[in-house]
């Protein structure tokens, strides 16, 4: 490549793994220069080299490459010390997102004097869920939080620091405090006080959450469109304060909450006119998600914008009430349904003549059932015709001839079909997947593993739609 103009060399060094960048910058003087060029050095992605990663050699790369124009900066699983975070702040003082990924560690200081440590000032985004060590110095430096929007705590990061760290964080959109176990309901109504502009909130396996400041928590907080409380030990009587009525909230998990009644759960729905993700999987131990609920939201339309319903490990619903609600659900896309005794695979296959537009399905009978001994199969190809991912529970073959003939069909009547997932298949089903045939455009897998999707308005959704300079 003798001879090109710096510009094109900048251009395709743009598209190099930061590995070979770094590879590329030993060719030649020319190449080292381009390869430091800190255009190339905005958004950085170290994920992939932070567990070989030393303290010397990251503090290299902030002198050497990191610079003001360092916008995105994610630190995968690094041990990074107070000095190391001191550098940052010196030398890149507009990076806006900072992320921390699984196994990271902010090691003590190595200085004798204590250290007062600082965070860039401009950050907008800062996930500290993972990380462990001793963030203390947080309680004291809270005035460098005052442009944080998306903000990620964990067990370690909350320890002494809340509710001191919301003070200044007048901007805060979305928040995520998963088992953070110092997370209390009145740390969430300091939090409302402070925060006003929250979107997002996600409690999930927060144990002291009762939700006994939820009034003042939505009354503060008028823009909140997610909820997410997944195992958190919150009570009827939070979901039946007139607050609820001030909030739109479009997305609510509550699955696995296992004090919740049926009474909490009609008092919720009677109030969401705008849900689309509604996760009630497992609630109050199985018996909160009634008849009686589905049919409250169906007579009240409160489902007009439902998209994705998770009622699965309900152990008592009957096809009869989610036939009715899925009449009243235009839009509902995702769906998932298991361990419920009443509904069988033959009753699930008339559940699916009201789900035109259904895309996701997570299907489950009490026990195992036979994949073609209903109507299950061929409803779902001839009424399900949007259909992308298909999870099946508990399913076994019969007569593995006819069911080869079954499983191909499904893979090919429903033409937007990419996967089809077997959980816990019989060893009958398994024989029969072998003898799939491998030109099938859906893909057949076997994973314990939900299709369901998650909530869209998250911290996690943020941080994946970060783009990096570089790719791993």
Same mark, same amino acid.
């Given at each position: 490549?003798?001879?090109?103009?710096?510009?094109?060399?900048?251009?395709?060094?743009?598209?190099?793994?930061?590995?070979?960048l770094g590879r590329a910058c030993?060719?030649?003087?020319?190449?080292?220069?381009?390869?430091?060029?800190?255009?190339?050095?905005?958004?950085?992605?170290?994920?992939r080299f932070s567990n070989s990663?030393?303290?010397?050699?990251?503090?290299?790369?902030?002198?050497?490459?990191?610079?003001?124009?360092?916008?995105?900066?994610?630190?995968?699983?690094?041990?990074?010390?107070?000095?190391?975070?001191?550098?940052?702040?010196?030398?890149?003082?507009?990076?806006?997102?900072?992320?921390?990924?699984?196994?990271?560690?902010?090691?003590?200081?190595c200085m004798k004097r204590p250290?007062?440590?600082?965070?860039?000032?401009?950050?907008?985004?800062?996930?500290?869920?993972?990380?462990?060590?001793?963030?203390?110095?947080?309680?004291?430096?809270?005035?460098?939080?005052?442009?944080?929007?998306?903000?990620?705590?964990?067990?370690?990061?909350?320890?002494?620091?809340?509710?001191?760290?919301?003070?200044?964080?007048?901007?805060?959109?979305? #928040? !995520?405090?998963?088992?953070?176990? =110092?997370? @209390?309901? *009145?740390? &969430?109504?300091?939090? %409302? /006080?402070?925060? +006003?502009? $929250?979107?997002?909130?996600?409690?999930?396996?927060?144990?002291?959450?009762?939700?006994?400041?939820?009034?003042?928590?939505?009354?503060?907080?008028?823009?909140?469109?997610?909820?997410?409380?997944?195992?958190?030990?919150?009570?009827?009587?939070?979901?039946?304060?007139?607050?609820?009525?001030?909030?739109?909230?479009?997305?609510?998990?509550?699955?696995?909450?296992?004090?919740?009644?049926?009474?909490?759960?009609?008092?919720?729905?009677?109030?969401?006119?705008?849900?689309?993700?509604?996760?009630?999987?497992?609630?109050?131990?199985?018996?909160?998600?009634?008849?009686?609920?589905?049919?409250?939201?169906?007579?009240?339309?409160?489902?007009?914008?439902?998209?994705? #319903? !998770?009622?699965?490990?309900?152990? =008592?619903? @009957?096809? *009869?009430? &989610?036939?009715?609600? %899925? /009449?009243?659900? +235009?839009? $509902?896309?995702?769906?998932?349904?298991?361990?419920?005794?009443?509904?069988?695979?033959?009753?699930?296959?008339?559940?699916?003549?009201?789900?035109?537009?259904?895309?996701?399905?997570?299907?489950?009978?009490?026990?195992?059932?036979?994949?073609?001994?209903?109507?299950?199969?061929?409803?779902?190809?001839?009424?399900?015709?949007?259909?992308?991912?298909?999870?099946?529970?508990?399913?076994?073959?019969?007569?593995?001839?006819?069911?080869?003939?079954?499983?191909?069909?499904?893979?090919?009547?429903?033409?937007?079909?990419?996967?089809?997932?077997?959980?816990?298949?019989?060893?009958?089903?398994?024989?029969?997947?072998?003898?799939?045939?491998?030109?099938?455009?859906?893909?057949?897998?076997?994973?314990?593993?939900?299709?369901?999707?998650?909530?869209?308005?998250?911290?996690?959704?943020?941080?994946?739609? $970060?783009?990096?300079?570089?790719?791993?």
């Open positions: 490549m003798d001879g090109l103009p710096d510009v094109v060399l900048l251009k395709i060094f743009s598209f190099l793994p930061i590995a070979d030993r060719v030649c003087s020319q190449w080292q220069r381009i390869a430091y060029d800190h255009t190339l050095w905005k958004s950085v992605n170290l994920r990663m030393t303290e010397e050699t990251l503090q290299n790369l902030i002198r050497t490459r990191f610079s003001s124009q360092l916008v995105s900066l994610n630190l995968g699983g690094s041990k990074v010390s107070h000095e190391v975070f001191m550098e940052l702040s010196r030398k890149c003082k507009h990076i806006k997102h900072l992320v921390f990924g699984r196994g990271s560690k902010l090691k003590s200081s250290t007062t440590v600082e965070f860039p000032s401009e950050l907008e985004l800062l996930e500290l869920r993972p990380v462990k060590g001793d963030f203390s110095f947080i309680r004291r430096i809270s005035r460098h939080f005052c442009s944080i929007k998306y903000l990620g705590i964990g067990v370690m990061t909350s320890k002494g620091n809340i509710p001191y760290l919301f003070t200044k964080m007048q901007q805060l959109v979305i #928040l !995520d405090c998963t088992n953070c176990d =110092t997370f @209390t309901d *009145d740390v &969430l109504s300091k939090v %409302a /006080q402070n925060c +006003p502009l $929250l979107e997002s909130v996600c409690l999930n396996g927060c144990k002291s959450i009762y939700g006994s400041t939820f009034s003042e928590f939505l009354s503060c907080c008028p823009r909140l469109k997610t909820l997410l409380l997944r195992y958190t030990p919150v009570r009827d009587e939070c979901f039946q304060v007139y607050s609820w009525n001030n909030v739109q909230i479009e997305e609510i998990d509550i699955s696995a909450c296992a004090q919740l009644t049926q009474i909490g759960l009609i008092s919720l729905v009677s109030k969401m006119q705008n849900i689309k993700y509604l996760n009630l999987s497992y609630c109050g131990v199985g018996r909160a998600v009634t008849d009686a609920v589905l049919l409250e939201m169906a007579s009240r339309r409160s489902c007009m914008k439902l998209q994705m #319903l !998770d009622v699965r490990w309900s152990l =008592t619903l @009957t096809p *009869d009430a &989610l036939f009715a609600l %899925a /009449q009243a659900a +235009p839009s $509902l896309k995702c769906l998932g349904v298991y361990q419920s005794s009443n509904i069988t695979p033959a009753a699930m296959a008339e559940v699916l003549i009201a789900l035109p537009r259904l895309e996701v399905l997570e299907y489950g009978a009490f026990g195992k059932a036979a994949l073609s001994d209903s109507m299950f199969i061929p409803n779902l190809i001839q009424c399900c015709k949007y259909l992308s991912s298909l999870s099946l529970i508990n399913f076994a073959s019969l007569e593995i001839n006819s069911d080869t003939i079954v499983l191909s069909a499904l893979a090919e009547g429903c033409p937007s079909l990419r996967r089809i997932n077997l959980c816990e298949p019989d060893q009958t089903l398994l024989a029969l997947v072998q003898r799939a045939p491998s030109h099938t455009r859906a893909k057949i897998t076997q994973k314990w593993q939900c299709v369901l999707p998650p909530p869209i308005h998250t911290l996690d959704t943020v941080i994946s739609s $970060l783009r990096y300079n570089h790719p791993l």
